[in-house]
């Protein structure tokens, strides 16, 4: 059995989970109709009112939400408190347009560290352990989530944020650090700085926390070979509150979602329908718990499917599976669909580091799609056959996931940024928009 | 009966061989022999040096990709058609000759060649047999 939390909301039964939502959506749509025009705006253009929702077997009458909305509504259009019960923001890393700004209010901190205590737990953690949090502090959630989430566990805390690997490694030695939480591609770099230096028998890690960007089974073994530890994965979303919206459990199965806290749905992304359980599609939220910020069916753009098997670690909550791209990420070359993850997986399958760049240009109205690529010790070699054999199937082994042919450019090891953020691996020449 | 090559991996962009020279030059590393092959992204640069194992560790040091490969060191005398000959016998005796590049010294009636072949044990069995001289790395060393 587990090391929970909160066993008895971890563990509930169904029965008792699903009470639980009913009763909390109910309130959460009365809460946001009466405190938001925006929403009331939205649901009356639907004809929906709150009466209209009488369980969870009504969500599928409500609006849905998009960053869209957040957008428009930018700042405090979907503000549900007055702003003299908000004690923070947070803010998401978009790339385009302008930023989302979240709320809290301390009651929505306190709920989002308990997630986050949750996951901690999940992957080990106790009072006794030192928890290592290499994600940014900041307007990112990362760092204030697993920071805050620590705290409640009660384990000794270090709030190293990103960057200068060096003092991370220093400290991580020093102060005996047992649990590391950062992005997934910072994991990797740390890896490889650690077994540069040869100090990989210093360290006294046994677990990771990741999330925050997208990563595949390869590089969660490349992970735990170069730290020596498990490798768990987190999920959340500035927008729904932060890390910890589902969280892994040592099953690995997929994470489990805080049901308690958020109903999920899967809908079909081109049609809005709710789709039957263990389909694919686009996953939804809907913040029951959330004050100052709750969102009803917020569109993640995420593509995964909900598994409500029971899970060998006792925990009841439904899990979702890592997700298999992002319509945002999710690139249209050549009228064909491609998720970055994809081109990850090959990478990684052929030995090759999961640094990476995807390169989309538009040369005399057809689309090409290049693919830079770190050379690797093990993949080098004095003859320039052997290399371009290996380029060449590489190329084959692309042609064969994407469907497409992608160009293959190899290019010198750390010459391709590692980000300590969200890796930033796409850029997109087309002038489509 | 082999000496050894450094091969590092570079990238097909203006000044990345400065670079490289530059590393050497403030390393006193000395450069004996050298060839690049190359595609339109990157190349391989083969060098010979008089000392590999320094070398290798200051490549590798600067960030580089290389490796050391066993490659023979040919003896050509300076004579119509010795190299045709040399080149004859390595293929009538169904060795791969991967690549070729000439070893520049200061010798009037021997020109040297780097050969890389991929069964050593075999050429150099072939090449001393019908009396073609092979260099140790210790003889290259001598050689200016
Ligand atoms: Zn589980």
């Given at each position: 059995m587990g090391n929970y939390y909160q066993p008895e909301i971890e563990c509930a039964s169904r029965e008792q989970i699903r009470a639980w939502q009913d009763e909390r959506l109910v309130k959460q749509v009365k809460h946001v109709y009466d405190n938001v025009p925006y929403y009331r705006k939205k649901m009356e253009e639907k004809g929906v009112t709150p009466d209209d929702i009488k369980s969870t077997a009504d969500l599928h009458k409500l609006p849905f939400i998009t960053k869209d909305d957040l957008r428009d509504a930018y700042p405090y259009g979907l503000v549900a408190v007055p702003l003299k019960d908000c004690v923070r923001i947070h803010s998401t890393s978009g790339t385009t347009g302008r930023r989302v700004v979240a709320f809290y209010t301390q009651h929505d901190i306190d709920l989002w560290d308990d997630c986050c205590a949750r996951a901690i737990m999940a992957a080990g953690g106790t009072n006794e352990d030192v928890v290592h949090v290499s994600y940014g502090f900041g307007l990112f959630t990362g760092g204030a989530g697993l920071n805050g989430g620590s705290h409640k566990v009660?384990?000794?805390?270090?709030?190293?944020?990103?960057?200068?690997?060096?003092?991370?490694?220093?400290?991580?030695?020093?102060?005996?650090?047992?649990?590391?939480?950062?992005?997934?591609?910072?994991?990797?770099?740390?890896?490889?700085s650690i077994a540069e230096r040869g100090?990989?028998?210093?360290?006294?890690?046994?677990?990771?926390?990741?999330?925050?960007?997208?990563?595949?089974?390869?590089?969660?073994?490349?992970?735990?070979?170069?730290?020596?530890?498990?490798?768990?994965?987190?999920?959340?979303?500035?927008?729904?509150?932060?890390?910890?919206?589902?969280?892994?459990?040592?099953?690995?199965?997929?994470?489990?979602?805080?049901?308690?806290?958020?109903?999920?749905?899967?809908?079909?992304?081109?049609?809005?329908?709710?789709?039957?359980?263990?389909?694919?599609?686009?996953?939804?939220?809907?913040?029951?718990?959330?004050?100052?910020?709750?969102?009803?069916?917020?569109?993640?753009?995420?593509?995964?499917?909900?598994?409500?098997?029971?899970?060998?670690?006792?925990?009841?909550?439904?899990?979702?599976?890592?997700?298999?791209?992002?319509?945002?990420?999710?690139?249209?070359?050549?009228?064909?669909?491609?998720?970055?993850?994809?081109?990850?997986?090959?990478?990684?399958?052929?030995?090759?580091?999961?640094?990476?760049?995807?390169?989309?240009?538009?040369?005399?109205?057809?689309?090409?799609?290049?693919?830079?690529?770190?050379?690797?010790?093990?993949?080098?070699?004095?003859?320039?056959?052997?290399?371009?054999?290996?380029?060449?199937?590489?190329?084959?082994?692309?042609?064969?996931?994407?469907?497409?042919?992608?160009?293959?450019?190899?290019?010198?090891?750390?010459?391709?940024?590692?980000?300590?953020?969200?890796?930033?691996?796409?850029?997109?020449?087309?002038?489509?928009? | 009966m082999t000496v050894k090559q450094i091969s590092v991996f570079i990238e097909n962009r203006p000044g990345r061989l400065a670079e490289f020279a530059d590393i050497f030059s403030k390393n006193n590393i000395n450069m004996r022999a050298m060839n690049i092959a190359e595609t339109p992204d990157f190349g391989v640069l083969r060098i010979i040096v008089d000392d590999p194992f320094n070398a290798a560790n200051v490549i590798k040091d600067a960030g580089y990709i290389a490796s050391v490969t066993n490659v023979l060191a040919v003896a050509i005398p300076d004579q119509p058609g010795s190299l045709l000959s040399i080149l004859t016998l390595i293929g009538e005796n169904d060795i791969n000759l991967e690549y070729t590049y000439a070893f520049p010294t200061r010798e009037k009636d021997t020109a040297y060649m780097i050969m890389r072949v991929l069964e050593n044990e075999k050429a150099i069995q072939v090449l001393s047999q019908n009396g073609v001289k092979l260099i140790s790395q210790e003889e290259l060393l001598k050689l200016y």
């Open positions: 009660g384990a000794l805390t270090i709030p190293m944020s990103s960057g200068n690997t060096d003092r991370q490694i220093q400290f991580m030695i020093d102060l005996e650090s047992t649990i590391i939480c950062c992005t997934p591609s910072y994991a990797a770099f740390l890896g490889e100090l990989k028998d210093q360290l006294k890690l046994k677990s990771g926390i990741f999330g925050a960007e997208a990563w595949t089974q390869e590089m969660r073994r490349d992970i735990e070979n170069s730290l020596g530890i498990k490798a768990y994965d987190i999920y959340g979303l500035t927008e729904i509150s932060g890390p910890g919206v589902a969280f892994e459990c040592e099953a690995q199965t997929g994470m489990h979602i805080n049901e308690d806290h958020f109903i999920a749905e899967i809908i079909d992304p081109e049609t809005g329908e709710v789709l039957p359980e263990g389909e694919k599609g686009e996953l939804v939220f809907t913040s029951i718990t959330k004050e100052a910020f709750p969102l009803l069916r917020y569109r993640t753009k995420d593509i995964c499917v909900l598994n409500r098997e029971k899970c060998s670690c006792g925990r009841t909550h439904v899990k979702m599976s890592k997700p298999m791209g992002r319509s945002d990420d999710m690139l249209i070359v050549k009228g064909v669909n491609v998720f970055p993850s994809q081109i990850e997986t090959v990478l990684l399958n052929k030995g090759y580091a999961a640094n990476y760049q995807i390169i989309v240009d538009r040369v005399n109205n057809s689309d090409q799609i290049e693919v830079k690529v770190e050379m690797t010790p093990e993949m080098f070699s004095d003859s320039l056959t052997e290399i371009t054999g290996k380029e060449k199937e590489l190329v084959n082994a692309l042609k064969a996931m994407l469907g497409i042919y992608a160009k293959v450019t190899l290019v010198a090891p750390k010459t391709i940024a590692r980000s300590e953020g969200k890796a930033v691996r796409i850029i997109d020449n087309r002038k489509l928009y | -």
